[in-house]
């Protein structure tokens, strides 16, 4: 039996890495293994979108192929609260490298070719301080 730990810990020079951590068990023994440091990359997309119908059509092609992705830590779209039209796309990945990938994947560039007079956007990205 095993557990994965994601702990966020804080650098002697103030940033936060996450520290990936698997403990496992045995009626025997227990053990603990660091797999490595994380600085990841947190995205958040809003959208206004004005034909919701083809909008998600077109986003849920694009989250299926982007959830499969190498780095892909999260990626899930939201609607917004109160608001006809509005959408979120948080994501998070596990490198700088990793969300550069994924935006130059054909299905990202296929969703915005699709997307390009219904939505427009707002993108945000966020790194750990």
Not at 29 to 54: L, Q, S
Not at 84 to 91: K, S
Request: glycine share 6%; with cysteine.
């Amino acid at each position: 039996t095993s557990l994965w730990l994601d702990i966020p810990t804080k650098c002697t020079a103030g940033s936060i890495v996450h520290k990936h951590i698997l403990i496992y068990w045995t009626r025997y023994c227990v053990g603990v293994i660091e797999i490595g440091n994380m600085a990841e990359v947190r995205v958040h997309a809003a959208f206004t979108v004005k034909d919701e119908g083809e909008f998600l059509k077109e986003a849920q092609k694009m989250i299926d192929a982007t959830q499969t992705e190498k780095g892909c830590i999260h990626y899930q779209l939201y609607r917004e609260s109160g608001k006809q039209g509005g959408f979120a796309m948080i994501e998070t990945w596990t490198t700088q490298e990793d969300l550069v990938n994924h935006s130059k994947s054909e299905h990202v560039k296929n969703f915005q070719a699709s997307q390009k007079e219904n939505v427009s956007a707002v993108i945000q990205t966020f790194v750990p301080v």
